[in-house]
Protein backbone atom coordinates (compact mmCIF):
# COMPACT_ATOMS: atom_id res chain seq x y z
CA UNK A 1 0.00 0.00 0.00
CA UNK A 2 1.46 3.27 -1.02
CA UNK A 3 0.96 6.51 1.57
CA UNK A 4 1.06 9.70 -0.42
CA UNK A 5 1.05 13.02 1.68
CA UNK A 6 0.98 16.61 0.42
CA UNK A 7 0.64 19.69 2.17
CA UNK A 8 -1.62 23.27 0.86
CA UNK A 9 -0.79 26.59 2.50
CA UNK A 10 2.37 25.06 5.14
CA UNK A 11 5.13 22.88 5.90
CA UNK A 12 4.75 19.65 7.26
CA UNK A 13 7.29 18.38 10.08
CA UNK A 14 8.72 15.60 9.41
CA UNK A 15 7.22 13.83 12.83
CA UNK A 16 4.21 14.50 11.55
CA UNK A 17 4.48 12.42 7.97
CA UNK A 18 6.52 9.55 9.70
CA UNK A 19 3.41 9.37 12.04
CA UNK A 20 1.27 10.02 9.33
CA UNK A 21 2.47 7.47 7.22
CA UNK A 22 2.27 4.61 10.39
CA UNK A 23 -1.07 5.77 10.64
CA UNK A 24 -2.66 5.16 7.84
CA UNK A 25 -0.36 2.17 6.76
CA UNK A 26 -2.31 -0.02 9.54
CA UNK A 27 -5.62 0.26 7.33
CA UNK A 28 -4.53 -3.05 5.36
CA UNK A 29 -5.79 -4.80 8.14
CA UNK A 30 -9.40 -3.96 7.74
CA UNK A 31 -9.61 -4.48 3.75
CA UNK A 32 -6.28 -6.06 2.43
CA UNK A 33 -7.46 -4.70 -0.92
CA UNK A 34 -6.26 -1.06 -0.36
CA UNK A 35 -3.90 0.04 -2.96
CA UNK A 36 -3.31 3.77 -1.59
CA UNK A 37 -3.97 6.48 0.62
CA UNK A 38 -3.70 10.16 -0.46
CA UNK A 39 -3.65 12.59 2.68
CA UNK A 40 -3.93 16.33 1.86
CA UNK A 41 -3.01 18.24 5.48
CA UNK A 42 -3.87 22.06 4.88
CA UNK A 43 -3.82 25.19 7.04
CA UNK A 44 -6.86 27.85 7.26
CA UNK A 45 -7.21 30.32 9.38
CA UNK A 46 -7.00 29.30 13.12
CA UNK A 47 -7.58 25.35 11.82
CA UNK A 48 -5.72 22.47 10.75
CA UNK A 49 -7.35 20.20 8.37
CA UNK A 50 -6.69 16.58 7.09
CA UNK A 51 -8.35 15.15 4.46
CA UNK A 52 -8.15 11.64 2.86
CA UNK A 53 -8.87 9.33 0.10
CA UNK A 54 -8.74 5.50 0.55
CA UNK A 55 -7.94 3.87 -3.05
CA UNK A 56 -9.53 0.30 -2.93
CA UNK A 57 -9.55 -2.43 -5.91
CA UNK A 58 -12.80 -2.71 -7.42
CA UNK A 59 -14.51 -0.35 -5.23
CA UNK A 60 -15.13 3.15 -4.97
CA UNK A 61 -12.47 5.35 -2.83
CA UNK A 62 -13.48 5.81 0.63
CA UNK A 63 -12.81 10.02 1.55
CA UNK A 64 -13.06 11.11 5.17
CA UNK A 65 -11.53 14.32 6.78
CA UNK A 66 -10.56 15.84 10.20
CA UNK A 67 -10.34 19.22 11.77
CA UNK A 68 -8.86 20.47 15.07
CA UNK A 69 -6.40 22.76 16.14
CA UNK A 70 -3.18 20.87 15.54
CA UNK A 71 -2.40 18.43 12.65
CA UNK A 72 -2.04 15.93 15.29
CA UNK A 73 -5.48 15.71 16.48
CA UNK A 74 -7.00 16.47 13.15
CA UNK A 75 -4.98 13.32 11.85
CA UNK A 76 -6.39 11.13 14.52
CA UNK A 77 -10.14 12.55 13.72
CA UNK A 78 -9.44 11.54 10.28
CA UNK A 79 -7.76 7.86 10.90
CA UNK A 80 -11.02 7.31 13.37
CA UNK A 81 -13.37 8.38 10.59
CA UNK A 82 -11.71 6.27 7.80
CA UNK A 83 -11.62 3.17 10.21
CA UNK A 84 -15.62 3.81 10.87
CA UNK A 85 -16.10 3.77 7.10
CA UNK A 86 -13.98 0.94 6.15
CA UNK A 87 -15.75 -1.03 8.69
CA UNK A 88 -18.73 -0.14 7.03
CA UNK A 89 -17.79 -0.92 3.63
CA UNK A 90 -16.44 -4.38 4.76
CA UNK A 91 -20.26 -5.46 6.47
CA UNK A 92 -21.86 -4.24 3.69
CA UNK A 93 -19.75 -6.23 1.09
CA UNK A 94 -20.12 -9.09 3.39
CA UNK A 95 -23.92 -8.45 3.70
CA UNK A 96 -24.55 -8.83 0.04
CA UNK A 97 -23.17 -12.21 -0.80
CA UNK A 98 -25.56 -14.96 -1.31
CA UNK A 99 -26.04 -17.54 1.66
CA UNK A 100 -24.35 -20.92 1.21
CA UNK A 101 -26.25 -23.63 -0.69
CA UNK A 102 -25.79 -25.88 2.62
CA UNK A 103 -27.14 -23.48 4.42
CA UNK A 104 -29.97 -22.69 2.51
CA UNK A 105 -30.96 -26.37 2.07
CA UNK A 106 -30.81 -27.22 5.75
CA UNK A 107 -33.39 -24.21 6.80
CA UNK A 108 -36.05 -25.91 4.27
Known sequence: ??????????????SLTTR???VLS??????S???AVDV?????????KAEGIVHIDRSEPIVASGEAEDFNSALTQLHDRLVR???RHHEQ????????????????
Open 85 to 87: QLR
Open 33 to 35: SIS
Open 1 to 14: MEVRISARRTTLPA
Open 40 to 48: VFVEENRSC
Open 93 to 108: SRDHQAPKLTETLSQE
Open 20 to 22: ATE
Open 26 to 31: KLTKFD
